[in-house]
Each structure stands twice: as C-alpha cells, then as structure tokens.
T-cell receptor
Framework: LAKTTQPISMDSYEGQEVNITCSHNNIATNDYITWYQQFPSQGPRFIIQGYKTKVTNEVASLFIPADRKSSTLSLPRVSLSDTAVYYCLALTGANNLFFGTGTRLTVIP | DTEVTQTPKHLVMGMTNKKSLKCEQHMGHRAMYWYKQKAKKPPELMFVYSYEKLSINESVPSRFSPECPNSSLLNLHLHALQPEDSALYLC??????????????FGDGTRLSIL
C-alpha cells in the first residue's frame, strides 16, 4: 500500500498561496495522487487528481516531480473559507482507499 | 448540497436497538462505499460494493451489515452496537468498479450516537 505522509497542521494568512506537500515514497506505477478537502460535519470533497508533472483546475494546482515520491497541493490566495482538513491519497485500486492523517489548514484574517 | 444523499443526518440509538443508515446516488455510479470517521481522525474504509456485489469488507464486526438493493442505494444495518461505534458514517460512490483513478463523491454523513 502506498502510505502517504503530510504535515499535521498549517497556518496561513488570507490572500497568501498555500502549498501542502505529501510524501508517498512507495507509490506504485499505477497510482494517481488525489486530494480531498473536508469541512467539519461534511464529507470529503474531491479537489484535484494527477499522475505526473502539473495539473491545474479552477481551485488548485497539483505538482508532481518526476520521481513521484512526493506531491504538492497549491491553493492560490486562500480565504477564510479554505480552512479545512486536506487529505492526500495515492489511489490505484480496491485495496488502496486509505486516507492519511490529513493536514489541518487554518487561514488567519 | 451533495449528489450523494444520506439519511438520517443524525441518529441516537441504544445498544439493543436495530436501525439502518441509507445512502442514495443517481449519478450512475457502480461502486459505493461505507466509511466510519471518528472525531479529528481520517475516514476509515468499512465496505465496498462493486456492481451491487460486496467486494471489500475491511474486517468490520458483524453488528454492521451492509446491503446494496440496487445500483443507486446502499444501506448499513446496525444491531447491538457499542458506545465506541459512535461516529460519523460516510457513504461515497464512484464510476466503475472501485476508486481506481476515479474520485469518490461523498455524502455528508450520518452522525451516530450510541447510548
């Protein structure tokens, strides 16, 4: 199983760019890196997914280096509403649906 | 609002009660999941259904009994639960057989309290 490791918590001021790094040293060839966001008392919400290099959508960017042993979720110009827990997963199959500890991001006014 | 609907939102039950949690999706997804989440912890996978057949049971105690009546519905039957079973129970769905490269769509869960 591709275990992921993330910082437990991060603080950021409003308007700043936030980068959350995830380590996945034993990622498998077919694993995709997937990020979810979770607010209190809600289910996780899909943010972004990628395999290599860079992926960008309307809310975030995902940077994956060539060795794929880590990845970085980038949130541009965060607002107070971005305060949440962010989970990184390496997804490949039925037996790999395990969430890591997640990173609790707190955005400060 | 989410595309995966879970009912009830809150449930309080005694240890001798029998109750059921319900989950519904109309996105045409063929994989559905149950997770358990304790406070300040990540979701833990319990069961996976693929094309209405149970494909994964993560060594969950038999007091939890899943059921998938059709491709849109997923139930979790509860019986003789323990206080430590109090948690947020999340349902999710995804295209295809499992979560392979296919993001899961989560409901907002049922908050279960066992007295």
């Amino acid at each position: 199983l591709a275990k992921t490791t993330q910082p437990i918590s991060m603080d950021s001021y409003e308007g700043q760019e936030v980068n959350i790094t995830c380590s996945h040293n034993n990622i498998a060839t077919n694993d995709y890196i997937t990020w979810y966001q979770q607010f209190p008392s809600q289910g996780p919400r899909f943010i972004i997914q990628g395999y290599k290099t860079k992926v960008t959508n309307e809310v975030a960017s995902l940077f994956i280096p060539a060795d794929r042993k880590s990845s970085t979720l980038s949130l541009p110009r965060v607002s107070l509403s971005d305060t949440a827990v962010y989970y990184c997963l390496a997804l490949t199959g039925a037996n790999n649906l395990f969430f890591g500890t997640g990173t609790r991001l707190t955005v400060i006014p | 609002d989410t595309e995966v609907t879970q009912t009830p939102k809150h449930l309080v039950m005694g240890m001798t009660n029998k109750k059921s949690l319900k989950c519904e999706q109309h996105m045409g997804h063929r994989a559905m999941y149950w997770y358990k989440q304790k406070a300040k912890k990540p979701p833990e996978l319990m069961f996976v259904y693929s094309y209405e057949k149970l494909s994964i049971n993560e060594s969950v105690p038999s007091r939890f009994s899943p059921e998938c009546p059709n491709s849109s519905l997923l139930n979790l039957h509860l019986h003789a639960l323990q206080p430590e079973d109090s948690a947020l129970y999340l349902c999710a769905s995804s295209h295809g057989t499992t979560g392979v490269n296919q993001p899961q769509h989560f409901g907002d869960g049922t908050r279960l309290s066992i007295l």
